[in-house]
């Protein structure tokens, strides 16, 4: 018998072209068949050594439930994967597989990699229209956990507890759980219908939300160390870092933050019929080259009555932290990238915002980060006329939960500080993932961390 051909191209993925989907917050890929499924399924060689897995943070059993794929198994495939990764139509759609799993795979070194992540998003839908299965519970153990923020992090966290007995109770600062899922992602990329669904396996579980309440301040975490046998601190990185120049206060400048609660939390880009508005005039800016700039970019793309949208980065494409697909999709949407940009100054007329005032920039030697660092070019300055700016340049932890405690070890920028091995904080019974001790991360990475938390938690539990 001859050796099996393998295929170098993957199946793409189907999406709306980008004329038809700038005009509304529709998801833009439309997901594969299951025929497309299968064929993608079939590039997958079932490696006995499986670097894909090791690429996961959260060790999906990647080959088995491709091979299931491949067999036309769907459900069961949706199965494999929730035994390790409890929200696989979230993270199908969301996580830099090019930097984990598909990065590793072995597929990748002779042409394009199988698109684990593509896969998983379309085995995750596809269980759920055929109706998810109960998902098994230990007796329970008489414990109780508390959880700050219900992020993906926090999320993770419950699930696994609650698996195995304990009760669990997640505080939750916003009027709606899910954390960046669902205020900071925008629905063309992660539909909020979707992040709805995965987390009915919280209900069902029989964690209890309590919304509307934030630690540090309607309960301080001290509280819940009395109330509670345990915390898991997984309250996000949600204090967006601004630019200390002239011109920040005029009415028009935003952070990202704000930019995208008003428009994915409140609903604004469906204004008046939600009542939460939001101004982005006929041109708009945003600063920085992350992700969260593109989320900014696109979402402003979509809303009535802007014309130009423009992203300010001050180094080169070659160093833009977003992901390749995200940078690809703006492009083809219509935003236009100014890189080698940095802003000076923020021009304003009767309070409200003009101009940005930039100066163009060169790359010089790599700092520490090893990325080549920007310096300005003298006299080089011109203006941009912008009637919004978003600011996306970074964010960091929230201090409000740390409100009034001793004994928490807290890092230069404002994380808390935890051993790598448990996620276990300096005060006893207290532990923190996600993007609270990382900074701005990644879903899986909050995911990750959050098993790690739930293991040493159940552990430390027993031993109480
Ligand atoms: C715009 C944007 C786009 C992104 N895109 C991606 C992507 O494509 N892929 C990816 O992997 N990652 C992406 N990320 C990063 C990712 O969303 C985060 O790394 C991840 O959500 C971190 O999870 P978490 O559970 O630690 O925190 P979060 O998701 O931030 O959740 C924290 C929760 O805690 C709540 N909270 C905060 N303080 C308190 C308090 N004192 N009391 C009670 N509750 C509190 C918050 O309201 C929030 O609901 C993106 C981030 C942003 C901002
Ligand atoms: S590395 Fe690639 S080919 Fe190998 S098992 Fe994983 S997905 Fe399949």
Known sequence: MGKKEIKKERIPVPERPAEERIKDFKEVKLGYTPELAIEEAKRCIQCPTAPCVEGCPVRVPIPQFIKLIAEGKFVE???????????????????????????????????????????E?????????????????????????AI???????????????????SVTIFEALHEPGGVLIYGIPEFRL?????????????????????????????TLEELRREFDAVFIASGAGLPYMLNIEGLNLNGVYSANEFLTRVNLMGAYRFPEYDTPVFAGKRLAVIGGGN?????????????????VYIIYRRSEKEMPARV???????????????????????????????????????????ESGRRRPVPIEGSNFVIDVETVVLAIGQGPNPIVMEG????????????????????????????????????????????????????????????
């Not at 949706?78 to 139509?89: D, F, G």
């Not at 979707?194 to 309590?210: D, F, T």
């Not at 230069?412 to 006893?428: F, N």
């Open 292 to 308: 969260t700039a593109m989320d900014v970019a696109r979402t402003a793309k979509r809303l009535k009555g802007v014309e130009e």
């Open 405 to 464: 405690v001793e004994g928490l070890e807290i890092g230069k920028w404002g994380q808390i500080i935890v051993d790598p091995e448990t996620c276990q904080t300096s005060l006893e019974g207290v532990f923190a993932g996600g993007d609270v001790i990382h900074g701005g991360s990644t879903v899986i990475q909050a995911m990750g961390d959050a098993r790690k938390a739930a293991a040493a938690i159940h552990e430390y539990l027993l031993e109480k």
């Open 148 to 166: 700050v923020g219900s992020g993906p992090g926090g999320i993770t966290c419950a699930v696994d507890l609650a698996k195995l007995g304990h």
């Open 77 to 119: 495939a949706a199965r494999k994967i929730k035994e390790e990764n409890i929200l696989p139509s979230i993270c199908g759609r969301v996580c830099p597989q090019e930097d984990q799993c598909e990065k590793v795979c072995v597929i990748g070194k002779i042409g394009q990699p199988v698109n684990i992540g593509g896969l």
């Open 191 to 219: 539909p909020n219908e979707i992040v709805h669904r995965e987390l009915e396996a919280l209900k069902e579980l029989g964690v209890e939300i309590k919304l509307n309440c934030v630690i540090g301040k309607t309960k």
């Open 325 to 367: 697909e995200e940078i690809h999709h703006a492009k083809e949407e219509g935003v236009i990238f100014k890189t080698l940009t940095n802003p000076v100054k923020f021009i304003g007329e009767n309070g409200w915002l003009k101009g940005i005032e930039c100066v163009r920039m060169e790359l010089s030697e790599p700092d």
């Open 121 to 145: 998003a379309f085995a995750g839908d596809y269980e759920a229209r055929m109706g998810s299965e109960k998902i098994e519970k230990a007796e329970p153990t008489g414990k109780k956990v």
